[in-house]
């Protein structure tokens, strides 16, 4: 069994229907954490028979107050899995493999669960996704098969929302056509492979919205603080962030799949973000380009597809170190080839350096 997560692409009522789900979830667990607390101050129930009860006064008599019809608008299922939840809390509780059950807040996030009552439902391959209860919803990047699955979790990062479900098998069928590669990861090219492919991040694209992002900026500093004009500039700014992080994201996407599709064992360095966030000049290129990011894509779907995903040492000196012969040699970052004294071969650096990851071994 593995778990599927997809960013959604939601507009902003999309975005309003799941926090008002996220919400409800929120509302729902903590009315039955309270009232189970009440029933237990009365005498001796089961966790079952509370979480029975607790149902019944929300569906008999909580959810027919006119002050919280708005739940009724709502995923029935979201409430279903709240009580779930709230009932596995108690069972850890009990087992002691974690705390008394708190009140959820929204800081502490925000998610919340839905499934079909009918059982599994099929997902079809493609650019949207229909979750039971909740709708159809576009994707970033489209699910390339179909799945079958029951259970789905919505959740909020940053300023994202996410679909998650577990799918029941051992990974995806896809046979990579190729052994392995080395990945260098660098500013200069995002992606430097050690069978010479190269990928660039569309660091154009998003110069140009930047140098737009400046100009709203600017507007929206001389325009009369609160008025109409001044909020309409405040959207186009939100806009343009979005689209931003979209053509970021596109790109990794595009890329991590491309990779843990192709290769059976893919080496990469363990990106030391925060060593190369201590360099200021480094850290905005790197945060631009979303090394984080791109880690996490590549871990989870190497496991999806069932390549394998070696992390080398992270103080291994890639680009020191002449891929032909073995010599060492430092260089400034400024210097693009690695020219070796030792045995006179000339290389791209991000290329030397993609072959030297290739090479590398664990040391027993
Ligand atoms: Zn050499």
């Keep these: 069994m593995f778990a599927v997560k997809r960013a959604l692409k939601l507009n902003n009522n999309e975005a309003t229907l799941m926090a008002r789900h996220a919400g409800f979830r929120r509302v729902v667990f903590n009315f039955g954490l309270s009232l189970r607390t009440q029933m237990y101050s009365e005498g001796k129930f089961t966790d079952s ?5 607790v149902k019944k006064v929300l569906t008999n ?15 029935s299922r979201v409430y279903q899995n709240a009580l779930i939840d709230l009932k596995d809390a108690f069972s850890r509780y009990r087992s002691g493999s974690s705390g008394h059950p708190k009140f959820a807040s929204r800081r502490d996030g925000q998610s919340f669960t839905v499934d079909s009552s009918n059982g599994k439902v ?8 229909k979750i039971p209860t909740l709708g159809t919803f576009r994707l970033f990047e489209p699910l390339e098969c179909s799945f079958v699955s029951q259970t789905f979790t919505i959740s909020k990062e940053g300023n994202r929302w996410f679909v998650s479900f577990c799918v029941d098998a051992e990974r995806l069928p896809v046979p990579q056509p190729e ?33 737009k992002l400046a100009t709203l900026q600017r507007q929206a500093s001389k325009q009369v603080k609160g008025s109409k004009n001044q909020r309409k500039t405040y959207n186009k700014i939100s806009r343009l962030h979005a689209r931003i992080a979209r053509i970021r994201l596109d790109f990794l996407h595009k890329l991590t799949t491309y990779l843990a599709q192709t290769f059976k064992l893919i080496k990469m360095e363990n990106l030391k973000v925060k060593g190369m966030m201590a360099n200021p000049k480094l850290a905005g290129a790197i945060s631009d380009l979303g090394f984080y990011e791109f880690k996490r894509q590549i871990d989870y779907k190497c496991r999806m597809y069932g390549a394998r995903l070696v992390l080398v040492d992270q103080w291994f000196p890639s680009t020191k170190t002449c891929s032909n012969c073995g010599s060492k040699k430092d260089r400034p970052l400024s210097v693009r080839t690695f020219d070796c004294p030792a045995c006179g071969i000339s290389l791209d650096r991000d290329f030397n350096a993609s072959v030297n990851i290739l090479n590398w071994e664990p040391s027993a």
């Design 49 to 53: 028979k509370v979480i029975n009860e």
């Design 61 to 75: 008599y909580v959810k027919k107050k006119p002050e919280f019809g708005w739940m009724n608008q709502l995923s």
């Design 122 to 129: 099929l997902l079809n391959a493609g650019k949207t996704i």
């Design 179 to 211: 052994s392995s590669v080395g990945i260098d990861v660098g500013i200069k090219s995002f992606a430097t492979l050690s069978n010479q492919q190269v990928f660039d991040a569309p660091k154009p694209l998003i110069a140009s919205a930047k140098t």
